[in-house]
């Protein structure tokens, strides 16, 4: 897990202001993700996802070019056709530190990172919870900005309707436009 000093730190060297959705297993991140990515298009913002996986991510097949290339001792492999590329890095000893990661996107690319999962790491975020969660909402870490739910919660930082990808993306935007705010401002 990384310091909050080191979060503030990679969020300044990389100019992409970074937010996490975070919840249980079951809350909904992905898919309110896939709703809210197009809503934020509309706003004008680009995103960038970093996704934590629990399972062994495979995004390249045995047997392929590229897997034989990692398999024979590359340290990285990028993998390009004419309409995208994936960058491929073994980290067999640990997982990969959260800065790290967050630093390969292209701020050319990108306006925004939003986080999926990553629920310790010191991050802004949005915290999504759903009455059909058999679990209560978690104490708020001081890094939640707001509770996404489909229900009224007892928490005291503001409440959006986890159903509605549109309020989430003005929410978004508004957050975005503070947060580059202040970046400029250093």
């Known amino acids: 897990?990384?310091?909050?000093?080191?979060?503030?730190?990679l969020q300044e060297d990389n100019m992409?202001?970074?937010?996490?959705?975070?919840?249980?297993?079951?809350?909904?991140?992905?898919?309110?993700?896939?709703?809210?990515?197009?809503?934020?298009?509309?706003?004008?913002?680009?995103?960038a996802v970093v996704k934590h996986s629990h399972h062994d991510a495979q995004t390249d097949r045995p047997g392929k070019d590229s897997r034989r290339m990692t398999e024979a001792g590359a340290a990285q492999v990028i993998m390009a056709c004419g309409n995208r590329w994936a960058l491929m890095t073994e980290t067999p000893q640990e997982p990969a530190p959260?800065?790290?990661?967050?630093?390969?996107?292209?701020?050319?690319?990108?306006?925004?990172?939003l986080v999926e999962g990553f629920k310790h790491e010191p991050l802004p975020k949005i915290m999504l919870h759903r009455k059909g969660i058999d679990k209560p909402l978690p104490e708020m870490d001081g890094h939640v900005l707001a509770v996404a739910a489909d229900y009224t919660p007892n928490c005291a930082c503001p409440l959006l309707d986890i159903?509605?990808?549109?309020q989430i993306a003005r929410f978004v935007a508004d957050w975005y436009a503070g947060a580059v705010f202040a970046v400029q401002a250093v």
């Not at 975070?22 to 809350?27: I, K």
């Open 1 to 9: 897990m990384q310091s909050l000093k080191q979060i503030n730190q």
């Open 16 to 47: 992409l202001p970074i937010l996490g959705i975070t919840g249980y297993s079951g809350s909904g991140k992905t898919t309110l993700l896939e709703k809210l990515l197009p809503q934020l298009r509309v706003l004008g913002l680009r995103a």
């Open 98 to 113: 959260f800065d790290y990661l967050a630093r390969q996107f292209d701020p050319a690319l990108a306006d925004l990172v």
């Open 163 to 166: 159903n509605d990808a549109a």
